[in-house]
Structure formats: structure tokens, C-alpha cells
């Protein structure tokens, strides 16, 4: 409707009240003004004519119906008052006086907009993260009495089954652990990551498919049918979110599994990555129900059983265990059972990282809002003889204190929209690199957040607008006013404003040393961990994982070998290797050894040993030394002496002082065949960096059974992309069922295993070096303002035969007496808080002096760089200038 | 002429429902009404009559629409809503026991 036609309404009689009347004073101004207008000329028109009609002259009965009626304009006012809208107006002159204010100065309103940008931003995104792992209730029903059992990872089919005969404070207890596997559709094999859980997880969990159903009890006993439930994302993509796949069957590991289920979209157990979930064979029988330690335990408490009832029954449990099971010292599961939420079983290792950066965002977010309060404060000095006059001249002091509240909100608005475009723009780049295990993708900025950092808007707003206005309103009678008009209209700026803006300042840098501080422990402490000796050299090496589930035994040993062969001779391939396990990633196969004349170490006394399995060529492939004897030789295969390297920590432990070569000793991995030692390789950090190397016995990969997966390590000067691509081609040609499942260069394995660190470094130093931009900024304008303010006194002294150079000292020391106070009680506050950065720390001490240096000479540096401007000004003041300022 | 007493707050707002409850009207038709009922005795502020009526069309309670008067001229008609007749009997109740504990005290001897 446009407004001709509204009046039309009004000429045709529709009657308006309310709401409509309202609106129609918000959208049609123009009309409502004219009605008005026009209402009021029609009154006194009558008025007028009533006169006539008693006799008076026209002017007369004019004048008469005027003198009677008031003061129109008035009458207009109060009218305008009635329709709700003069707060609108008041807020729309003062928006456009804070746009024209901001627009004056565009480089102020840049740093200020930027500034609370990455504050409001950089947390908000944060806060999403935070509020998605450690807020937000997981894909289950009621998670918080699910509880993971102790010695994750490491339980059996056979102790599973006590667990859930003995234990009694629960509601359901299920096992589950995660395979690799293979999906083999037309003729072509890809990697599918599997949950292999027992029949009860789902309704322990009290998750419900989408589709079809989950599993019931006895489908993980011998017997069962093979059954897939798939999760929404795998059913998306691979299979088209085809809803006909109830009861259609896939083929993973060479094996036909029939679809029963479909979970909802944002179900994931225990991890995203997870594709599909299988059942697990609790067969009493099988070798791996009473083998593999690989289980870890869930369980879901029973209603209204207090923490203290879980306890007695994980003892009651424990001493179960211990008389069922035999269990050597070094690893006995009965000791110290526990449980912990699953909640802090998934995100627990996150958690101190994501509180460690939403803190180091939250000090830049204040930092950014002393900034700008710093900044509004010396513009409020220089707006003060206008702020002066207009309310000598009667503005409302409550009028003025609301437009400076408008000119902080407009600022604070365009940071928030700034920072949530920055925020959400950014989004999938922070969160990619964040330490987040793999639970990047079930994360978004969803509205919760987007609230929530619009809730931050005002707070900040507040918080901006608090410095000026409390100097402004200082005092009830508009005393701070006067001085500026007693100037005669000159700025003149109160002292306990400089001040305010000085410990704005100091609290700035503070902050800044806070994060810097942080920032290079961190870096120090990385910068350690890359100097740590890992035992292998990853330079030039690159490793596939290789599924070859579909193929039995013989098929494996032969593809295996030719894969070796063929792989070794691809041009720039120096040497090329087999494993079960890649050193700095896999963990775990690691079992009990015995030692050939040491009955001391047999029982429960026994020790247990990493066990890797490995071609010839592996330790020239990632060059690990061989301090004795001998490495293995193509010779060393089935059938000829079994054999055995062992690292130098075991062989020195087993046999200290003695030649360890020609020793024996068995594993359970390799039954009961005794492995001669025939040479000691020097220690390897096998699981992680930041750990001891640990223990570990290797044995020819052709003296063992291949495993369903095996790790191709190649080591070269050839590009690794097109190499990944020649293997995969290659492993096409030999065998099209075999699956190439993980591809990464050994720099990268480095570099995963190192990503925390890594990850925590980046955040940590993109803070610290906005922070040291803040900083910058801050001294620079507030040691800037102090010289425009007292470029008088400075001609007047130059004039009189100051030393320019005493005018560049002074200006110096100012700038240096605030940063110098800033570093000091940010040093202080760091120090007094570096206990909480210990457990991000590698052989770096929280307190460890370098980083504190480094903090305080950035700093240092900042601050004299942030006010050499301003004392170049200061000592280029031009004498018969300055004293015609003002 | 004698001094007319003032208007008490909110009377203004009762005298415009009631008289909308009689008939539609305009703002002068209404300033005049209640002059000639009243025997002269309430004069309203010609000026603070408008704000009312803007305000009560605000708040609901009454409507507003243009009409051509009998001189054939445009004028803004008010009524009441179905809302404002509710408002009426409100405060005309209030009025009425305020006007007599009023009344009571002036009696007491």
C-alpha cells in the first residue's frame, strides 16, 4: 500500500485503533502529521465559526478560537508523544549523529570495529565449540548416567561377561571396539571405519533408529545372522539415502551383511568417523573371546544408585576379576577400578584446551574493549568543549549520556556483525584446526551461539560506553562540564581522565604480556618437542594402510610379496617396507614375553613388549639405527630359525651388561616358538613423542602370519602425491580387493601426534599477536593524545630553549612508564597464573624465564616503536605555531 | 465567571469514553459536549483533548476514522471499541466510589 492509498482508506471510513494506529505512526509519519494537521484545523475552524456565529468579526473569532485552544505546537508534541514514537526519533537522530561521528574519524572507528571483531568474534566461535563438546547433551538418551569402565581398550569377550554376570548397579552393560574393515560394491574395495559392539549397546545408549531396527540380545552370540545398522552420514553418501536399504545386503570383508537399521542424522558413536556398526562374535569358543583384550566397557547406571553404590559394586567387580582371572603385577586390571562419564571418556582430552583458548579469547576480547574504551575516551576529550556547550545550552544530561550509550552501540553492532561474519565465515577453519579428535563435523555455529554473541553486543556496548560516561557524569551538577566552557572553548582535558585512560592502558598491556607470556611457552615447549630424538627419521618416507580383509592367508602372503617387490622398484623408491603398526600413530599389540632363563620375570612377574612385525627394509626405510648384530635379511623367512630384534632399553633391561645376541625370547604373538636375538636397534618413541620410548620386539614379517591389515612404508626422493597415486594404481593391478585405506606422509604422522601442541601454538600465537596490535595501538593513543594535548607546552618550551631531545625523553618515558607498568603486572599475573599451562608444557617449566623475557622485551619494544610517532611530533613542535593553537 | 475546578487526572479520559459511548463524534464535537452537559462548569484544555484522544486510540480503547460532517467538511470521527466500553465500566465504577467516599466525608457531621 502506498500512502495515497491509505488515506483512500481513511476518506472510504475504515476505523484504526491500536496496534494499526501505532504502526501507522511508525510507517506512515507523513500521513499521520497531515491528520493531525488537519484535525486540528477542522477544530478550530469550528471554534472560529462558532464565534462568527455570536457575532465576532472573522479575525476576531480567529484570534478568540487560537487564544482558546493553547499552544498548537504543543498540542502537536503531546500528540506525537501519544503515538509511542518519540523514543524512535530520538534514536534515529542519534544514530545518525554517531554514524557522522564515526565517519569523521574512519581510522579510529577501523581500529575499534576491528578490534571488538576478533574479540567478539574469535569467542563466539569459541563459545560454539565449547558449548557443542561440553554443553550440548550428546545423541543419547540421558547421558549422564552412561560411565565408561577403566582399561579402556583392553577388555576381553570372556571378562565382559563376568563383568555383566557380577555387576549389579547397572542397567545394561556393552562392550564395543572399532575396526577397519572393507566395502566391497562392484568389484572395487573402500575403507569403512566399524563399530563392532555387543547386541545391547543401542538400548544401553537408548538411541533409536531412524530406519529399520538395532540389535537384539543373542545377535552377537554364535549363531547370529551378520547384521549391519548404518549410520545416516554413510547411508547418505554411499548409498544414497535409499530408504528400500532395510534388508539388502553389503559386502564388508568379503563377507555378506544384511542392513537392519538406519541411525538418525547427529548420531555418532563413539566417534563421527564410525560408518556402520557390526556385532560383535561372543563366542565362548573362539580364541579371540578369551584373546583379545580390545573391548571398551560401557555401562548406563542404574536409576537412583549413588556414587557410592557404583564404587562398592566396581570392587565387588574387581575382586570378581581377580579370582576368575590371572592377572600379572605389571598390568592388573583389578587395581584401582573407576569409572568416568562418558562425556569426559570422549571429550575429556579436549576439554583443558578448548577452556585454555576460550580463556585466551576471552582476555582479548577485554583487551579489545579497554582499547576502545581508551579510544572513546580521548575522543571524548576532544569532543568535550562541544559536548561543553550543548549542555550549558540545555541538552539533557541524560540525552547526552544516551547518544554517547548510541555511538558505543553503533560501534559494538558493527564489531558484532564484523565478528559474526568473521566468526562464521571462519568457522570450519578454526574448528579444522582446533584439537578436536575428530569431532570437528559434528559441530556448527548454530543459533544458540549466534544468541549468544548477541548478547555479547550489548555487554560490550555497556562496558565501552561505562569509561566516558562515568567521566562525563561524574558528578550530579555538570561540575566536569564547566572547565571546558571556563577555557573559553579550548580542549582542555581533566586529569583523572588521562589517568583513566594511562590504567586503561596498563591493563591493556597487562593483558598482552598474559598472552605472550603464554603464547611463547607454548612455542618453546613445541619447539622441544620437535627436538626430541623419535628413534626414525620421517623425511622422505611415506605410509599406505592396506585392508586386505577379503583374502585368506595365502592370498595375503602373496599379494603381500609382490606388493613389496613391485613397490621397491617403483622409480625414486629407495626402500620399501611392511608393518603391522606405524611408529608416532598406532598403538596397542603389545602382550607378555618371556625370557629364556629368567624365571624371575615368568607369572605374575612377567613383562609385556610392543610386538611389531617387519620386512628387512623397514629400518632402512625410516633409518633406524642397529646398534648390534644385524638387521634382518631377505633369508630370515618361514621355516629358517625364528627370529628377533629387540630395542636397546629391553635388551639392556633383560640382560643388563651382557650380549644380548643369541638370546631367546617368545611373545605371545608368536606362540610358542623361542625368537633368537640377532641384533639391538636403537629405542623408537612407537606411540607417542612426548612419552618414553617403550619396549619393543620385532620379528620378520615372513616368519609371521599377515595380518587382514598391514601398514606400505616407502622412503625416497620421489613426490609423495603421485607415489600414493602409483601405489594405488598399483595395488589395483595386483589385487582389486584390497582396500588402500589411510595415505600420509611420515612428516604428517609427526605432525598429528604433535597437533595439540601444534594446534594450541597457532591459537595461541594469532592471540598473542592481535593482542600485541591492541597493545600497540593502545600506547600509541594514548601517548599521542597526551602530546596533542600539550603541544602548547611544548612550543612554549622550545621557544624558551628546551632541548628537543628532553621533549622526545619525556614523551618516551611516558609511553615507557604505562607499558613498564603494564609488563610488570603482566608478568605478575602471568606468573601467578603459569600453573595452569603446565599440562600443555613439554620439558618447558610454566615459570620458565625465556618466555617471560620475551614477553616483556616484545612489549618493551611495542611500547617505545608505539611512542616514537608521537615524540617525533612532539619534538617537531614548530614554537610560533603551537602558541597560535586554539 | 467563578474559578472551574480543576480537571481530576483521568477524568478527562472517562468523560471521552462516555460520551463515545453515546454517539460517534470528533474532537470539537466532543470539547463542545462536554461543556453544554456539564452546564459550563468543566471547560477542557482545548489543547490537551487531542493527546487524549490519540492516546486512547493508542491504547485500543477507542477508533478513529475520517467522515464528512453535515457542513460536508472531513473530519476525524471517534468511537468506542469493544475493549474501551470494558475500560468505560471500569473506571466509571472507580469513579463512582471515589465520588462517593467522597460524598461520605463531606457528609460526616
Given amino acids: 500500500m502506498t500512502r495515497r492509498s491509505g488515506s483512500q482508506d481513511a476518506r472510504r471510513g475504515s476505523w484504526t ?32 465559526r462558532k464565534f462568527e ?51 569523521r574519524s574512519p581510522l579510529y572507528a577501523l581500529v575499534a570495529v576491528v578490534t571488538l571483531a576478533a574479540g567478539v568474534g574469535g569467542t563466539a566461535a569459541l563459545f560454539g565449540v565449547v558449548h557443542g563438546l561440553l554443553v550440548r547433551p550428546l545423541p543419547y538418551a540421558d547421558d549422564v548416567g552412561l560411565r565408561v569402565f577403566w582399561s579402556d581398550w583392553n577388555w576381553r569377550g570372556n571378562e565382559l561377561d563376568l563383568v555383566r554376570e557380577v555387576a549389579s548397579a547397572w542397567d545394561g552393560i556393552a562392550g564395543y571396539t572399532i575396526d577397519a574393515t572393507t566395502l566391497d560394491r562392484d568389484g572395487k574395495a573402500s575403507l569403512v571405519l566399524t563399530g563392532l559392539v555387543s547386541a545391547e549397546l543401542f538400548d544401553v545408549l537408548g538411541a533409536r533408529p531412524l530406519l529399520g531396527r538395532t540389535f537384539v540380545e543373542g545377535e552377537d552370540r554364535p549363531g547370529r545372522e551378520l547384521a549391519l545398522v548404518l549410520s545416516h552420514g554413510f547411508w547418505q553418501q554411499e548409498l544414497g539415502g535409499d530408504r528400500n536399504i532395510i534388508g539388502q545386503r553389503l559386502h564388508l570383508g568379503g563377507q555378506p551383511y544384511t542392513v537392519i537399521g538406519v541411525m538418525p542424522d547427529g548420531f555418532y558413536f563413539p566417534e563421527p568417523a564410525v560408518q556402520a556398526w557390526t556385532t560383535l562374535d561372543l563366542d565362548p569358543a573362539s580364541s579371540g573371546y578369551r584373546n583379545n583384550g580390545w573391548l571398551v566397557l560401557l555401562g548406563r547406571v542404574r536409576d537412583g544408585v549413588a556414587e557410592a553404590g557404583v564404587e562398592a559394586d566396581l ?36 576439554r583443558p584446551s578448548l577452556l585454555l583458548l576460550i580463556a585466551a579469547a576471552a582476555l582479548l576480547l577485554v583487551m579489545a574493549v579497554a582499547n576502545v574504551a581508551a579510544l572513546l575516551l580521548a575522543k571524548m576529550a576532544d569532543r568535550s568543549t562541544e559536548l561543553g556547550v550543548r549542555a550549558a545550552i540545555g541538552a539533557g544530561r541524560m540525552r547526552l549520556a544516551r547518544q554517547l550509550i548510541t555511538e558505543s552501540l553503533v560501534l559494538a553492532t558493527l564489531a558484532a556483525v564484523a565478528g559474526l561474519a568473521l566468526a562464521g565465515g571462519l568457522f570450519r577453519a578454526l574448528v579444522g584446526r582446533l584439537p578436536l579428535a575428530g569431532f570437528e ?18 555487554l560490550v556496548a555497556s562496558l565501552v560506553a561505562v569509561a566516558p560516561l562515568r567521566h562525563l557524569l561524574a558528578d550530579p551538577r555538570g561540575a566536569s562540564l564547566k572547565p571546558f566552557l571556563a577555557a573559553g572553548g579550548r580542549t582542555v582535558s581533566g586529569r583523572g581522565q588521562g589517568r583513566l585512560q594511562g590504567s586503561l592502558v596498563v591493563v591493556e598491556v597487562m593483558l598482552a ?115 648390534r648384530g644385524r638387521a634382518f635379511e631377505p633369508t630370515d623367512r618361514a621355516g629358517s630359525m625364528p627370529v628377533a630384534i629387540l630395542d636397546s632399553e629391553l635388551a639392556d633391561r633383560l640382560w643388563p651388561g651382557e650380549d644380548p645376541i643369541g ?23 612407537h606411540t607417542e613423542v612426548r612419552g618414553p620410548a617403550s619396549s619393543v620386539i620385532y620379528q620378520p614379517f615372513a616368519q609371521t602370519v599377515p595380518w587382514d591389515a598391514e601398514i606400505l612404508i616407502l622412503e625416497g626422493n620421489a613426490d609423495p602425491a603421485a607415489l600414493i597415486g602409483t601405489v594405488r594404481s598399483l ?68 621557544a624558551l630553549g628546551a632541548e628537543r631531545l628532553d621533549l622526545v625523553r619525556e614523551v618516551l618515558s611516558l609511553g615507557g612508564r604505562l607499558v613498564g607498568l603494564g609488563i610488570l603486572a603482566g608478568l605478575g599475573l602471568a606468573l601467578a597464573f603459569s600453573f595452569l599451562l603446565t599440562r600443555f608444557l613439554f620439558e618447558v617449566a610454566p615459570r620458565d624465564p625465556v618466555s617471560y623475557l620475551i614477553a616483556a622485551a616484545t612489549l618493551g619494544a611495542i611500547g617505545i616503536v608505539a611512542s616514537i610517532l608521537p615524540a617525533a611530533r612532539a619534538s617537531a613542535v614548530d614554537p610560533s605555531r603551537a602558541l597560535r593553537l586554539d | ?50 493527546p487524549a484522544l490519540h492516546r486512547l486510540t493508542a491504547s485500543g480503547w477507542i477508533e478513529s476514522s475520517w467522515k464528512t460532517t453535515e457542513s460536508s467538511r472531513r473530519a476525524r470521527f471517534y468511537r468506542l471499541t469493544p475493549s474501551g466500553r470494558r475500560e468505560l465500566a471500569r473506571i466509571e465504577g472507580h469513579w463512582r466510589r471515589l465520588a462517593g467516599a467522597v460524598e461520605q466525608i463531606l457528609q460526616a457531621t
Fill in chain 1, 513 to 627: 604480556v598474559v598472552l605472550v607470556v603464554g603464547a611463547s611457552l607454548l612455542m618453546r615447549s613445541v619447539l622441544r618437542l620437535y627436538q626430541v630424538d623419535t628413534g626414525i627419521d620421517t623425511a622422505g618416507a611415506i605410509a599406505l594402510d592396506l585392508i586386505a580383509t577379503d583374502l585368506d592367508e595365502e592370498g595375503r602372503r602373496a599379494f603381500f610379496d609382490s606388493l613389496i617387490e613391485r613397490a621397491g622398484s617403483i622409480p625414486g623408491v629407495r626402500s620399501a617396507a611392511l608393518t603391522n603398526r606405524l611408529p608416532l600413530r598406532d598403538g596397542g599389540v603389545q602382550g607378555p614375553i618371556k625370557v629364556e632363563g629368567r624365571p624371575d620375570l615368568d607369572g605374575t612377574k612377567r613383562l609385556s613388549s610392543l610386538w611389531r612385525t617387519v620386512t628387512p627394509d623397514y629400518f632402512r626405510a625410516l633409518r633406524v639405527e642397529i646398534i
Fill in chain 1, 663 to 685: 638370546r631367546r625370547v617368545a611373545t605371545s604373538f608368536s606362540g610358542s616358538d623361542w625368537l633368537e636375538v640377532i641384533g639391538v636397534a636403537a629405542p623408537v618413541k
Fill in chain 2, 1 to 50: 465567571m467563578p474559578k472551574r475546578p480543576d480537571m481530576i487526572q483521568g477524568t478527562l479520559d472517562l468523560l471521552i469514553l462516555k460520551l463515545l459511548s453515546l454517539e460517534p463524534m470528533h474532537g470539537w464535537g466532543l470539547s463542545e459536549s462536554i461543556q453544554q452537559l456539564s452546564d459550563d462548569v468543566l471547560r477542557v484544555n482545548q489543547g490537551s483533548l487531542y
Fill in chain 1, 315 to 350: 570392587s565387588r567387580l574387581a575382586t570378581a576379576l581377580d579370582e576368575r582371572f590371572d592377572y600379572p603385577e605389571a598390568w592388573d586390571k583389578t587395581k584401582n577400578p573407576y569409572v568416568v562419564p562418558l562425556r569426559q571418556y570422549l571429550f575429556g582430552s579436549v
Fill in chain 1, 731 to 798: 595395488v589395483r593391478e595386483l589385487e582389486p580387493r584390497v582396500a588402500v585405506g589411510r595415505t600420509t606422509t611420515m612428516d604428517d604422522v609427526l605432525r598429528t601426534e604433535l597437533a595439540e601442541p601444534l594446534r594450541l601454538r597457532f591459537f595461541l600465537a594469532l592471540f598473542g599477536g592481535l593482542a600485541l596490535a591492541i597493545g600497540a595501538v593502545g600506547v600509541y593513543g594514548v601517548v599521542s593524545y597526551s602530546v596533542s594535548r600539550r603541544m602548547r607546552e611544548y612550543g612554549v618550551r622550545v
Fill in chain 1, 441 to 458: 563435523q559434528t559441530l556448527s555455529l548454530d543459533w544458540p551461539i549466534l544468541a549468544a554473541a548477541l548478547t555479547l553486543v550489548p
Fill in chain 1, 53 to 103: 456565529r455570536r457575532g465576532l468579526s472573522v479575525e476576531d473569532a480567529r484570534r478568540e478560537s487560537l487564544r482558546r485552544f493553547g499552544r498548537v505546537d504543543r498540542t502537536k508534541e503531546q500528540a506525537r508523544g501519544a503515538w509511542g514514537v518519540r523514543l524512535l526519533d530520538d534514536l534515529a537522530i542519534d544514530l545518525r549523529y554517531a554514524l557522522r561521528q564515526l565517519a
Fill in chain 1, 17 to 48: 485503533s491500536g496496534i494499526g494506529f501505532r504502526l501507522r505512526a511508525l510507517f506512515r509519519r507523513r500521513t499521520m502529521e497531515r491528520e493531525l494537521d488537519e484535525e486540528l484545523r477542522f477544530h478550530l475552524d469550528e471554534e472560529a
